[in-house]
């Protein structure tokens, strides 16, 4: 019996809905009857983000307009639903939602910005895809709102943010001077400008070039200052007083980034503030010393921090899968490197965050992941359905999972059969039924 037919004869919906793209013309006219048979099941369709795209284009010609509406919302709605939907004049409603979605193709954009609907044209200025062209219609009579929109719509032009630098106000400035089309006299105009935001966001700006940032690192704001280390390019090097900087933002940008000096990262560990050890103990660029002092912190997220940082030694590896913090250990779980007699040892642990991270371990052993797949706690055994190295034989153990999360999780792992699938098929859960039908046939399509 094939998915569409299974579900032709089930009467369920949520198959329907599933292998509605799959089916033939005549079968779907059947499968629609059982999909959109009432008003509640239609709206429920319309707004459900799994929801196929080909059961969304069907709703999008729908006469109710409030399930036309839920797909307008809906991020999975396809284009070609949109453009039906903005067909012939949508409410403002309906307009704003199709204005603001970003499947919207800059055609259908172009004709909303007709519209005198404040809502409507301020999701036009936000909307990527609205076309330059289109951006600078609506601006020649836009309030500073639709401005500030504009100005950080990443399909604004240079001519464009000239205009709205020359236009705006100051929070309009403070967005052209961060985006990355913005011409070279709108940024040095910016660098030397007496507002602190607006130095703040140019400090941002991906544009920026090296010794323009490294002039606000003198910057007296401190916002300033960290705006323009956490800019500086990977290889970069930011001056070492910065490790005494007395903004915390700007010490731990510094932590973070990955020119670390040795000389900085010694200085920062002893540092007042817990998320500036936090960024260090996470930075791989941090040396070997300077995790070993870490991973005595007293903080247990600091710890956890060099635990989990890829830079850290065996042997402190090692050390920390002793922590007497679960959550530290936990960390170490994770690691894709980590010991196999580490994560054993560990797998052996009562703590749920300990065994759940060692059961998304891709290097836990199949024998400690059908135990884990086993636990009392659903939390716990989810952990299995995450591991995507995860075994079949380890996996069909949550088949019949008392947690319906769990299996519709499970449905989708790449290392079920389609055996293993097709059960689930009569799962008393709508959403494993979906789940373990579009895999089904996902499979189908790739074979």
Known sequence: MTLVNRALQSGDAYLAAAVYAAAGAPQRKTLSALLFATAKRKRQFGAAIYAPGAVLDVLAS??????????????????????RLAEPEPSPEMAAAI???????????????????????????????????VLQQLLADGDLAEMKAAAANPSADADILTALWAGGDLYVRAEVAAHAAASEAILREALSSGEPIIRRKVAANPALDTASLETLLDDPVGAVRAAAVRNLVPGGQAADELAGDPCFQVRRAEARHAGLKPDVARRLSADRDAWVRRWLARNPATPGDVLERLAA????????GVGRNSASPAALVRQLAQDPAAWVRAGIALRDDVAEDILLTLGQEDDPDVLSAVGRNVRTPESLLIRIAQH????????????????????????EDPYPLNRAMLAR????SVSDLE?????????????????????????
């Open 297 to 304: 912190d007293g903080e247990l997220e600091v710890r956890r």
């Open 62 to 83: 729908d006469s109710d307009p409030k399930v036309r509406l839920r797909v307008a919302r809906n991020p999975a709605a396809p284009t070609a639903a949109l453009a």
């Open 376 to 399: 009392h706690d659903a939390d716990v055994r989810r952990s299995v359905v995450l591991n995507r190295a995860a075994p079949r034989e380890a996996l069909r153990l949550l088949a």
């Open 423 to 447: 059960p689930m098929l009569g799962d008393p859960e709508p959403q494993v039924r979906f789940t373990a039908a579009s895999a089904l046939i996902k499979r189908a399509n790739t074979n």
């Open 99 to 133: 204005a603001s979605h970003a499947n919207t193709g800059p055609g259908i954009l172009e004709r909303l910005a007709r519209s005198s609907d404040r809502s409507v044209r301020l999701a036009l200025c936000g909307n990527r895809n609205t076309p330059p062209a």
């Open 413 to 416: 792992h790449g290392n079920l």
